[in-house]
């Protein structure tokens, strides 16, 4: 499950050095070494492995090592702290990896070992972490949010048309609270601030189709993207930092569940039909020229809204078109 570049958690903990260079400040290597019980000498080197992260780290004679700008590191206990009580009894199992594959990856695991009913789990980074139709998600260290839960219906897959949809309306929720104004939904599953991606969500079933199944509930939201690679990111994008500055990833973390959690609860008694009101008043396309991708062929119409499943409508030269989200992708023409 984990990447061949953990290494870096090898040895000496990296987390635990991360730990304390996160106030930006300058630490010494006998004060590090000190606090975790190591050589200097095991200190120097782990720093040395942290280099694969990219991040900022200065050494300088005398006064030690610092970490520029400091970083916002996820801690569990604090997430849980700032959950609502109704989100605190649904939570299951919380995990919070350093670095890994993928965060669904890891709740596909959980599922399987019997540990799936409420599993969550956040990364400070993912290697292979992945959006829809296989594209990669960029995942600098330590400074945004990918995280996943694991959802059960008793249902089977029938009942979970416009899941992505719904989940994407909790995101906004969540975001709402952090005073994040202009906030769109683009079909099926992203979240867009005016016009740039801002938050994309992955949707992958396990279990029964026509029982009890489980959904790993994928979000990647970016926080803050300075200094980050992002060349090779194709299409417009934002983060939080760009819109309202510093975000405490913490209680950001504890207000995604939560809003996750509300959402799960209205999903499962009413389905999508119980947001689709709520959704179309954030619809990001509607009324607009889109293309629509069917494999290698686009069909092109103008938005007309969404059916009781979270279907899309398309008024096309031919009449109405409806179609679901599993089988295309939308771009404005």
Known sequence: MLSGANKWCSGVNGVEILNILADGEYHSGEEIGAHLGVSRAAVW???????????????????????????????????????????????????????????????????KEGRGAGYCCF?????????????????????????????????GASALE??????????????????????????????????????????EMQGDPAGVCQVIVGVGLNVNMSGSDTDGITQPWTDLAQIVGAVDRNKLAAELISALSVVFDEFSAGGFAAHKDEWSRHDAFAGRSVKVQLGEA???????????????ILSTAEGDRVFSGGEVSLRGA
């Open 162 to 203: 416009g899941l992505s949809l719904s989940v994407g309306l909790a995101v906004l929720r969540a975001l709402d609270g952090f005073g994040v104004a202009g906030l769109g939904l683009k079909w099926p599953n992203d979240v867009l601030h005016e016009n740039k991606k801002l938050a994309g969500i992955l949707l």
């Open 123 to 155: 990364a400070e980074q993912q290697s292979a972490g992945r959006g829809r139709r296989g594209r990669q998600w960029q995942s600098p260290f330590g400074r945004n949010i990918y995280m996943s839960q694991v959802w059960e219906f008793q249902s």
């Open 298 to 312: 686009y069909v092109e119409g103008v938005v007309a809204g969404l059916d009781r499943s979270g279907g899309l």
């Open 45 to 111: 080197k782990q720093l040395q492995k942290l280099e694969v992260l990219d991040l900022k780290i200065e050494s300088v004679k005398g006064r030690g090592y610092r970490l520029l700008g400091g970083i916002d590191l996820l801690d569990g206990v604090k997430i849980k702290h700032a959950l609502s009580p109704e989100a605190t009894v649904a939570l299951g199992q919380l995990d919070i990896f350093p670095l890994i594959d993928s965060t669904n990856s890891a709740a596909a695991i959980a599922i």
